[in-house]
């Protein structure tokens, strides 16, 4: 689904929130692609507000969906090579499902 794909957007990554004077949130990314492709996700109400160690915190909502507040903990991750070409992360959901995406 949609959702799926923006899920996978919003925590398959290695970007850092920082925080400005004002209260804006701002990525830090490796690549200006993978901070692209977060706040594509971020557009869409899949945004990235904190990562703490290995958990992330990702408020879902936006138009016409009900707002949450969603933690993920990683538990592992494959990061992305020129070679390979993809990254990859194992997390544990909230449901406490756990997942590769």
């Known amino acids: 689904s949609v959702d799926d794909f923006f899920e996978v957007l919003a925590v398959s990554h290695t970007v850092v929130v920082t925080e400005d004077q004002s ?3 701002n990525y830090e990314a490796e690549s200006p692609d993978e901070g692209a492709l977060v706040e594509a996700a ?50 544990k959901r909230p449901s406490g499902e756990l997942v590769l995406l």
């Open 23 to 25: 209260g804006a949130l």
């Open 42 to 91: 971020a557009g869409v109400g899949w945004r990235l507000v904190g990562r703490k160690g290995q958990t992330m915190t990702v408020d879902r909502g936006g138009t016409g969906l009900s707002r949450s507040s969603l933690t993920y903990t990683v538990l592992a991750l494959n990061a992305f090579t020129s070679s390979r070409k993809r990254q990859s992360v194992v997390v």
